[in-house]
Each structure stands twice: as structure tokens, then as C-alpha cells.
């Protein structure tokens, strides 16, 4: 464990599952400078998610965490993905900001919600760079090590990278149009990028657990999954990454930023999905191991 991030590694027999959850982190920096209300800055967190996975190692897998909060710096966005406006004249090499920087929320944050900034002023090149060599690139090297070793031990990996969803009460309380993309919010939304990040069969399993279980689980709408998944997920390989996102309302009071009732009864049907996890993956050893007896055979 350090200040950057933490490794909770397998309890049980291990399995070559990774999961991670990079923006639930609650601790702030003392050099953020930030301006806005710091219950903004706490809606934006993945509230609760690392509590929701941390028993993850007890069936196998290894969680990966990060400590510090995504308004802080976004490990989940490119690094060149930035606004040239929000920075100074002190730094200024080349930018490809993607529509989620001009919308505010790109590797570094300008709002903390619409029409709420996060900063009064521009960030120097220094303040950026500090973010990126001390936060950003240890976490994504700590996560391609895992990703690597996994691989290099089993011949495949799975890589869950784990979040959560605002509620469309939440989005249309701080919006001036109402949000709609299904009649009904999904529980889940599972984002393979298109099928690119992991197998199909992969994708749909899960989708299949979940709605089993009496979940409403979408596919890539409106979250496909977004720099971690398309860094690591390369199914040909047998590297397989996809991102599951959660319904806030399932067990958190977006409104009073605390959890409901709900919180523990949720978290045991997150023990469950994660004992799903460990069964299918073992699973599929079993298969490759099979495979290999029958071709020295």
C-alpha cells in the first residue's frame, strides 16, 4: 500500500482475474486547489466501489485501487487528453483533447458538475506534470504489471474495471433538459468497446449472470469503457477487459451522499457476482488445460 494506490492480492487460491476501481479514491490532495464545493467534488467519485469489490481477493482475484480522486486526475482518460484553454502559458506541448476534454471532464477537470467549475484559474505545466508522474503513470504501471504477470503465469488474463453511474434523478436534478436514453436506467452497463476489449462470450456471460438475477443490464450504452479497457483488452491475446458500471441509486442516496438500506443486501449480490467471476474463469482454465493435454498428446 502507498499514497497513490493499493494492491489487495488473492486470499484464496488465485485465479488470473484483475479487477480495479480507479476513481472511488477519497483522498485529496493538499495541493488540488480547487474552488468549488466539496460535496461536488464527492459526487463525482465512484462512491463506495472499492468497498462494494474489496472482499474480490477472498475468491481469487487481485484489486487494484486507486487512492486519490478522478477530479484530481483522471486515470481513466488518455494522457494528452487535455483542454488548452484550462492550462497557463507555462506549458504547452500537443493536446488531443477528445469531446469528453471539451466537455469539462477530460484528464483534468474543469467542472465538478454543469455550469460548476472545479478551479478560478489556469493550472501551470508544473501542477500537470506533477499529477501525471506521481499519480497517473504509477497507477497504469501498476496495472499493466499485474495485467502482464497474469498473463505471463496462466497464458490469459481477465481485467473487470469497476465503477458507477449517476441515476437519472441525479443527472436531471443538475440539468437543464431532461436525460432519456432508456424508458428505464439499466442496473449495469457492460462496455467491451464494441466487442473490441474481450470475447463476446465473455461480455454476454456476464450480461446473462445479471440479468439472471433479476438485473437490467445494457451493452455498451451509453459507457463502451474508455482508456484502461482499450489499453489492456486485447481478447486475440487472451487479454480481456471490460468495464461494469453501476447504478448509484442500487445502494447509494446521491442527495445525502450516504448509503441506503440497500447498501448491504447490494454488496452481498456483489459477493455473488464476484463468486460468478471466479467460476467462470476457472472454468475456462479447465478448458485450456484440457486443450493443452490433448495437443501433446
Known sequence: ????YEIKH????????????????????DDFGYVCDFKDLQRAEDNEIDILFASAPQYGATFLKAHFPRTYIDVNRAIDDVEPEIMD????????????????????????????????RKLTGEEVYNRIDNYY???HDALQTLIDDTHYDYGQVWHVNCHSMPSFKSINSMSPQPVRLFSKQPDFVL?????????????????????????????????RGVEL????????????????????????DESAQERTSSFRPFKNQIEELMHFLSTYISGQLMTVAAEIINFTA
Open 1 to 4: 500500500m502507498n499514497d497513490i
Open 10 to 29: 488473492p486470499e484464496a487460491e488465485k485465479i488470473p482475474l484483475i479487477m480495479d476501481s480507479p476513481h472511488s479514491g477519497r483522498s485529496y490532495p
Open 89 to 120: 502559458d507555462s506549458w504547452t506541448p500537443d493536446f488531443r483533447p477528445t469531446q469528453r476534454a471539451h466537455a469539462g471532464i477530460g484528464l483534468i477537470r474543469r467542472i465538478a458538475r454543469p455550469g460548476v467549475a472545479v478551479y478560478n
Open 137 to 139: 503513470v504509477p497507477y
Open 191 to 223: 462496455g467491451d468497446r464494441d466487442g473490441t476489449s474481450c470475447s463476446l462470450e465473455f461480455t454476454h456471460a456476464l450480461r446473462d449472470y445479471l440479468r439472471g438475477q433479476g438485473f437490467r443490464v445494457a451493452i455498451n450504452n451509453p459507457y
Open 229 to 252: 479497457v482499450q489499453r489492456h483488452g486485447v481478447p486475440s491475446a487472451g487479454r480481456h477487459s471490460i468495464q461494469i458500471e453501476i447504478n448509484k441509486a442500487l445502494y447509494w
